[in-house]
């Protein structure tokens, strides 16, 4: 599986997603609960525990990356995010169709997913710094030929920050998965292609106030 990485930026820093970070993120989770309509984030101790149980098992498969969002001025966690459906090109191609087959140090494309913030993190940049980060260590580190993004479709605000990375949008796929409110989900696919990134890159890097505006 990829090295694990803490990734650190002026904000927040990303640090990998371990068993002792759930009572920390059982308390960002229990802010205000109202902001995760269209958002499935687990409630209580025992639902964050299973959380963090599968995304290790996950990781453990080289199929996933987790991490908790630690907010740097208050040195507290207040989320977390991965990166996921990890996908690996290099090599024999598994045999038969369809089965994970082995994987190796360096994924090919990967998702954004799974990111959500306690809500008095939302709206202070933590978001976007985050999606910073992960972005520059799949395209500058593992050099990925794609990043995709996804939102329930009628997520209006989560959309929006997406579509504010710069990300394209693919199109939407209906009836993709079961939705955090138990209904049937649409589905917005969004993607960042490596040589869309120096321009996404430069994009994020002024409006995160990391170089000045020309």
Same mark, same amino acid.
């Given at each position: 599986?990829?090295?694990?990485?803490?990734? /650190?930026?002026? &904000?927040?820093?990303?640090?990998?997603? /371990?068993?002792?970070?759930?009572?920390?993120?059982?308390?960002?989770?229990?802010?205000?609960?109202?902001?995760?309509?269209?958002?499935?984030?687990?409630?209580?101790?025992?639902? #964050? *525990?299973?959380?963090?149980?599968?995304?290790? *098992?996950?990781? !453990?498969?080289?199929? +996933?990356?987790?991490?908790?969002?630690?907010?740097?001025?208050?040195?507290?966690?207040?989320?977390?995010?991965?990166? #996921?459906?990890?996908?690996?090109?290099?090599?024999?191609?598994?045999?038969?169709?369809?089965?994970?087959? *082995?994987?190796?140090?360096?994924?090919?494309?990967?998702?954004?997913?799974?990111?959500?913030?306690?809500?008095?993190?939302?709206?202070?940049? *933590?978001?976007?710094?985050?999606?910073?980060?992960?972005?520059?260590?799949?395209?500058?580190?593992?050099?990925?030929?794609?990043?995709?993004?996804?939102?329930?479709? $009628?997520?209006?605000?989560?959309?929006?920050?997406?579509?504010?990375?710069?990300?394209?949008?693919?199109?939407?796929?209906?009836?993709?998965?079961?939705?955090?409110?138990? +209904?049937?989900?649409?589905? !917005?696919?969004? /993607?960042?292609?490596?040589?869309?990134?120096?321009?996404?890159?430069?994009? &994020?890097? $002024?409006?995160?106030? &990391?170089?000045?505006?020309?």
């Amino acid at each position: 599986m990829p090295a694990l990485v803490t990734l /650190s930026g002026r &904000l927040v820093r990303l640090e990998p997603l /371990s068993p002792a970070a759930i009572d920390d993120l059982v308390a960002a989770a229990s802010e205000d609960r109202s902001t995760y309509a269209f958002t499935r984030v687990p409630n209580g101790r025992d639902e #964050m *525990a299973s959380y963090v149980e599968a995304a290790l *098992a996950e990781q !453990a498969g080289g199929r +996933t990356m987790p991490f908790a969002i630690r907010w740097l001025h208050t040195d507290r966690l207040i989320g977390a995010t991965r990166l #996921m459906n990890l996908e690996y090109w290099q090599g024999p191609m598994p045999w038969p169709p369809g089965t994970l087959g *082995a994987v190796g140090d360096i994924p090919s494309v990967a998702d954004i997913g799974y990111t959500w913030l306690g809500a008095s993190a939302q709206g202070t940049g *933590a978001n976007r710094e985050s999606k910073f980060l992960l972005l520059s260590h799949a395209f500058e580190t593992w050099n990925v030929h794609r990043i995709t993004l996804k939102a329930d479709v $009628r997520n209006a605000k989560s959309r929006a920050a997406i579509e504010a990375l710069g990300a394209h949008f693919d199109g939407v796929r209906r009836a993709e998965s079961r939705g955090a409110d138990d +209904t049937v989900r649409d589905t !917005a696919f969004y /993607s960042i292609l490596n040589s869309e990134w120096p321009a996404v890159r430069e994009r &994020l890097a $002024r409006r995160l106030g &990391l170089v000045e505006a020309a």
